[in-house]
């Protein structure tokens, strides 16, 4: 996910340390798009905390929202556009690419055959189990912050 340079788009820093970093993102942008295109400068995983937001890429879009959990490979590229006016709000993980491979590799067995672009999926589900663990994650970390 892009850092961006929108007034529209606000990351904070939750956790960072040598393995992982945990971003918090704010996006008040209403509904619209698809904006310009972005490149992704990492390998991120993002949780959503709420709202919605469409990523395209090639002829392909998914919707992002509490129930996806959204994967972007670094370098690649992207447009957004979000389904209505509340924005969205997220959570962003970036682990370090040894440890990424290993998280990956049980749902995809073949990540080491592509270690730059370790995720050959887009979304993945997020139950209500994962969702809940991730707010308690956060809140903690702003806790502690």
Not at 82 to 106: A, K, M, N
Not at 119 to 138: I, K, N, S, Y
Request: charged residues 25%.
């Amino acid at each position: 996910m892009a850092r961006g340079t929108d007034a529209n788009l606000v990351f904070r820093s939750l956790y960072q340390s040598a393995i992982l970093s945990v971003r918090e993102y704010v996006c008040h942008a209403c509904q619209g798009g698809p904006a310009g295109e972005e490149q992704s400068e990492s390998n991120n995983i993002v949780l959503m905390r709420s709202g919605a937001f469409s990523k395209h890429f090639g002829r392909r879009t998914i919707t992002a929202d509490v129930n996806q959990v959204v994967f972007f490979s670094r370098g690649s590229t992207y447009r957004v556009s979000h389904p209505s006016d509340r924005g969205d709000r997220g959570t962003v993980l970036v682990v370090t690419p040894r440890v990424l491979q290993d998280i990956v590799r049980e749902p995809d067995p073949t990540v080491d055959e592509r270690p730059t672009h370790p995720f050959a999926f887009a979304t993945g589900p997020c139950t209500a189990d994962v969702f809940w663990r991730h707010r308690e994650l956060v809140q903690r970390l702003e806790a502690a912050g």
